[in-house]
């Protein structure tokens, strides 16, 4: 084979050569050798045009009546997706929200600590920061002094009160003997045998013991009113020891607030705007906390989206920052009014200048769990998905066309 194909080389390279320099005899009979070849390749050719022309006809004829079958059933197929569907209300306008509050306390004070740094994750209940409270530990401690005292008076009162009773009753029971010993001076007055001395200082004591009766009912009457009119009254329903309690109760709280606990789960933010030492008023602001346990979706849809969207309808919430995940939750509520409404300047639509503009809505869109999913952060873009189980139905030409006019809702004025 080796032989062979060395040969055949060989014969190759001689053609080669021998064609290099070619006779006019050579020419003449490679041209006359070369007219049947080039016959053969045009029949070739012609050949399988035909074949390809009839192939493509062949195909033509199968593809054809298939797509005019297929026709109707896209047209049936389409005609029941776009009936059917519609009923899913999508905005990609929409953003997560949460409860952000300003962490603040109802006391003056000088920071003694400040027990988390920024962007920590807290706990409800956790301390946030404490205030200096060596004055409130002071006020508490007099409020408390005083509230034994208000006990102590109380008592002193009850026990007024049954002193004037019995004073009263001693009075009333001597006024009976000095009433006889009056009568009996103004008898022998009469006959000579008293003198009119012995009568006046009779009338004088019958006088006097009447006085004590009615200074012991006066001195009864004043601690009975400091009682609230009710002798038997309760330390705990007297008006005294109330409003020393009430001060207590405020000094306790006062000194309960200088520290300051996280009202809810989340994360607190811009922490560095206080520091140890620093002097806070009441009621101002330390740092933020962001709330991370019960979030919410402000969506703004379209006008002409909210058509069939309810309170309680579910929904499904895609994130931008986290694509592929999906949360539930439920529309909690609709905007009375659209965004524009409460802007600074809202639209004056009856001036001449009028245009419209689809106006927007807000909906807010409850999230019903967080756990085991990443955490969401306020002012992440998301999508928002109502399922209104309300399909689109049938156009109103079609409607009109068959006479199946819809039923207009009661109410409803008519132009």
Not at 13 to 36: C, F, I, M, W, Y
Not at 189 to 206: C, E, I, R, W
């Given at each position: 084979?080796?032989?062979?194909?060395?040969?055949?080389?060989?014969?190759?390279?001689?053609?080669?050569?021998?064609?290099?320099?070619?006779?006019?005899?050579?020419?003449?009979?490679?041209?006359?050798?070369?007219?049947?070849?080039?016959?053969?390749?045009?029949?070739?050719?012609?050949?399988?045009?035909?074949?390809?022309?009839?192939?493509?006809?062949?195909?033509?004829?199968?593809?054809?009546?298939?797509?005019?079958?297929?026709?109707?059933?896209?047209?049936?197929?389409?005609?029941?997706?776009?009936?059917?569907?519609?009923?899913?209300?999508?905005?990609?306008?929409?953003?997560?929200?949460?409860?952000?509050?300003?962490?603040?306390?109802?006391?003056?004070?000088?920071?003694?600590?400040?027990?988390?740094?920024?962007?920590?994750?807290?706990?409800?209940?956790?301390?946030?920061?404490?205030?200096?409270?060596?004055?409130?530990?002071?006020?508490?401690?007099?409020?408390?002094?005083?509230?034994?005292?208000?006990?102590?008076?109380?008592?002193?009162?009850?026990?007024?009160?049954?002193?004037?009773?019995?004073?009263?009753?001693?009075?009333?029971?001597?006024?009976?003997?000095?009433?006889?010993?009056?009568?009996?001076?103004?008898?022998?007055?009469?006959?000579?045998?008293?003198?009119?001395?012995?009568?006046?200082?009779?009338?004088?004591?019958?006088?006097?013991?009447?006085?004590?009766?009615?200074?012991?009912?006066?001195?009864?009457?004043?601690?009975?009113?400091?009682?609230?009119?009710?002798?038997?009254?309760?330390?705990?329903?007297?008006?005294?020891?109330?409003?020393?309690?009430?001060?207590?109760?405020?000094?306790?709280?006062?000194?309960?607030?200088?520290?300051?606990?996280?009202?809810?789960?989340?994360?607190?933010?811009?922490?560095?705007?206080?520091?140890?030492?620093?002097?806070?008023?009441?009621?101002?602001?330390?740092?933020?906390?962001?709330?991370?346990?019960?979030?919410?979706?402000?969506?703004?849809?379209?006008?002409?989206?909210?058509?069939?969207?309810?309170?309680?309808?579910?929904?499904?919430?895609?994130?931008?920052?986290?694509?592929?995940?999906?949360?539930?939750?439920?529309?909690?509520?609709?905007?009375?009014?659209?965004?524009?409404?409460?802007?600074?300047?809202?639209?004056?639509?009856?001036?001449?200048?009028?245009?419209?503009?689809?106006?927007?809505?807000?909906?807010?869109?409850?999230?019903?769990?967080?756990?085991?999913?990443p955490q969401l952060r306020v002012g992440m873009s998301a999508t928002v998905n109502v399922d209104t189980q309300h399909p689109r139905g049938w156009p109103q030409f079609v409607l009109d066309l068959f006479g199946a006019h819809a039923k207009p809702t009661s109410g409803t004025?008519?132009?």
């Open positions: 084979m080796l032989d062979q194909e060395s040969n055949g080389t060989q014969g190759s390279n001689v053609t080669q050569e021998s064609s290099a320099e070619p006779t006019d005899a050579g020419v003449r009979s490679l041209r006359h050798e070369g007219k049947p070849q080039q016959v053969f390749k045009v029949k070739s050719k012609k050949l399988l045009l035909r074949l390809n022309l009839e192939k493509a006809k062949t195909s033509r004829d199968i593809i054809r009546p298939a797509l005019f079958a297929l026709l109707p059933i896209a047209l049936v197929v389409g005609t029941f997706v776009y009936v059917t569907g519609g009923q899913i209300a999508s905005t990609d306008n929409a953003y997560v929200a949460a409860s952000t509050i300003s962490v603040s306390t109802d006391v003056a004070g000088t920071v003694k600590s400040v027990e988390v740094v920024n962007n920590q994750p807290v706990k409800q209940g956790q301390v946030l920061y404490t205030l200096q409270s060596d004055s409130f530990r002071t006020s508490l401690a007099g409020a408390q002094a005083q509230l034994e005292t208000v006990r102590t008076q109380v008592a002193t009162i009850k026990a007024s009160y049954k002193l004037s009773l019995a004073q009263i009753a001693q009075a009333q029971a001597e006024l009976p003997f000095y009433q006889t010993a009056y009568d009996r001076q103004q008898a022998l007055v009469k006959t000579g045998a008293a003198s009119k001395a012995a009568n006046d200082q009779a009338k004088h004591d019958l006088d006097v013991q009447q006085q004590k009766v009615l200074i012991a009912q006066a001195q009864a009457e004043a601690a009975l009113a400091q009682l609230d009119g009710n002798p038997d009254q309760s330390l705990e329903d007297n008006a005294f020891y109330k409003q020393a309690k009430t001060a207590v109760e405020n000094a306790q709280r006062d000194l309960e607030d200088t520290i300051v606990r996280a009202p809810f789960d989340g994360v607190v933010t811009n922490v560095n705007a206080i520091q140890v030492g620093s002097y806070l008023q009441a009621a101002q602001a330390a740092f933020s906390l962001v709330a991370t346990s019960q979030m919410w979706v402000d969506a703004s849809p379209k006008e002409t989206e909210i058509t069939d969207v309810r309170p309680g309808q579910n929904a499904t919430i895609t994130v931008d920052t986290y694509p592929g995940l999906v949360w539930h939750g439920k529309v909690d509520s609709i905007s009375p009014a659209s965004s524009s409404s409460f802007s600074l300047l809202p639209a004056q639509n009856t001036t001449g200048n009028w245009v419209k503009v689809v106006q927007r809505v807000p909906v807010r869109v409850l999230i019903d769990s967080t756990q085991d999913m004025a008519h132009g």
